[in-house]
């Protein structure tokens, strides 16, 4: 596989980025009381947390090398097969970035962005669609759209932008 050319990958990861201010009404709380036992990201007080990324694709070969790429950029990585397994992960434990293929089983990338935005939990997580074929409509509620094949350099200064303290 050409490492400056993936396909068919979604991703999700965490990177440094600056704490969030806080949610009055509580919906994208994490913390240890609502998820004991799960790593969330927090770091000792006054360090900045890791965001996490969702990466999302039906082609393990590509998920495994999205996976390692944007990991060694310093991003917590999880990874689903399809859309309704990434949804269901997302629900469980909302990252800070999903990154996702449009063509999967299940559920496809654009249905996963409409559940997304229906969720009080999910709404304001940032999605980025990556396709060969399909092309978002005008009206799609993503924070990118990737054209595969596409550059890392591209993901990652896309990534990098939205993750963005």
């Known amino acids: 596989m050409n490492p400056t050319k993936l396909m068919g990958t979604e991703i999700a990861s965490t990177a440094p980025i600056a704490r969030p201010k806080p949610d009055p009404a ?3 709380r994490r913390d240890k009381s609502q ?4 790593d969330t990201g927090a770091r000792r007080p006054g360090t900045r947390r890791m965001a996490t990324v969702l990466l999302v694709d039906d082609d393990i070969n590509t998920l495994n090398a999205l996976r390692d790429l944007v990991g060694q950029e310093g991003y917590r990585v999880r990874t689903a097969g399809d859309g309704l ?11 800070d970035v999903v990154i996702s293929d449009c063509m999967m ?3 496809d990338g654009l249905s996963l962005m409409r559940e997304m935005r229906r969720s009080s939990v999910l709404v304001d997580v940032p999605l980025v669609l990556v396709s060969a074929l399909v092309t978002p409509p005008p009206d799609a ?13 591209q993901l990652l200064d896309m990534l990098h932008r939205i993750a963005a303290p």
Not at 35 to 38: A, R
Not at 145 to 153: E, N, Q
Request: charged letters at 25%; aromatic letters at 6%.
């Open 35 to 38: 998820n004991p036992g799960k």
């Open 105 to 107: 089983p299940h559920m």
């Open 141 to 153: 509620d993503v924070a990118g759209f990737l054209r595969k094949p596409f550059a890392v350099s």
């Open 85 to 95: 397994d990434a949804l269901k992960s997302a629900l469980a434990e909302p990252p």
């Open 26 to 28: 509580g919906s994208r």
